[in-house]
């Protein structure tokens, strides 16, 4: 089985979010940027549809990526403009509902093939409806704090932790502008709503952020005293912090730690139990 991903670029502009056929006239040119293109102050979204299937024997196809960028120009392009329409006045948007109603627009298109629709709401902020989970969707969204570090196994000798570690033995220890991403499944409410997104940052700012922001892990961080503090093991660090504590009936499904923009570690734990939720 193959899985297969298209990004598709949108801007929802104000003027035609209020005509009565917001379909966009603009020429087709650069697609790669967005279509319809900024006019103003355009509100930018990328829809990224995930499709599953088996490649053709002689073209190699499983479905045309042409298939999916009209798809979701034509099919779910009018959602997103009445969803700004409705925002516009005063109506605010049912965001889970609003994905997995665009996931139910391709569809019919891309027939049985589509496994998930993305909404990337920001450069840092996505929601992701699966089509094999109708009630939930997956929300993403990211974090950073700076910290120290020291790596160093107490038992190697001197020569070699550095050999293992490198500069990263640096006695005084270094630092680091970490950037993380934390996944979370919400459920979809009976009016169409799920977790908010600033509900979620305020978790994690109390239960991750504030104990790692400007500190050193190795002296600060009581969960690093004997565990050293790898991207590894940060990832599994702030899965133990937020396990449990993510908020209404969300679930944590993982954890994504950059310790530099070319290395990052992703962690999956178990899901926590019932009764160790939201403690």
Not at 148 to 155: G, I, K, M, T, Y
Not at 165 to 175: I, M
Request: proline share 6%; charged share 25%.
């Amino acid at each position: 089985m193959l899985e297969l991903s298209r990004i598709v670029r949108l801007c929802l502009n104000a003027d035609t979010a209020h005509a009565a056929d917001p379909a966009p006239t603009d020429a087709k040119t650069n697609t790669f940027a967005a279509w319809p293109p900024p006019r103003g102050l355009a509100r930018y979204v990328e829809v990224r549809v995930t499709c599953r299937g088996l490649a053709h024997e002689r073209t190699g196809y499983f479905i045309n990526i042409r298939d999916i960028d009209d798809a979701v120009r034509r099919l779910a392009l009018p959602r997103l403009f009445r969803a700004v329409r409705d925002e516009s006045a005063g109506r605010p948007v049912a965001l889970g509902m609003l994905v997995h109603g665009l996931l139910g627009d391709v569809q019919p298109a891309l027939h049985q093939a589509v496994a998930s629709v993305e909404l990337q709401l920001t450069p840092v902020t996505t929601m992701t409806a699966h089509a094999d989970q109708p009630n939930v969707v997956l929300l993403r969204q990211r974090y950073e704090f700076s910290a120290a570090h020291r790596l160093h196994v107490p038992e190697y000798s001197d020569q070699r932790n550095r050999d293992i570690f490198g500069k990263c033995n640096n006695p005084a220890g270094h630092g680091h502008n970490y950037t993380f991403e934390v996944a979370v499944e919400c459920p979809i409410d009976a009016d169409g709503r799920t977790l908010g997104v600033g509900e979620l940052d305020a978790a994690v700012d109390e239960h991750a952020v504030d104990r790692l922001d400007h500190k050193h892990l190795n002296h600060d961080v009581a969960e690093f005293a004997d565990v050293n503090p790898s991207v590894e093991n940060i990832a599994q660090v702030i899965w133990g912090f937020l396990a449990g504590r993510t908020p209404g009936r969300s679930t944590l499904r993982e954890v994504t730690v950059w310790e530099t923009g070319k290395t990052s570690c992703t962690y999956r734990g178990p899901s926590p139990s019932p009764t160790a939720r939201n403690a």
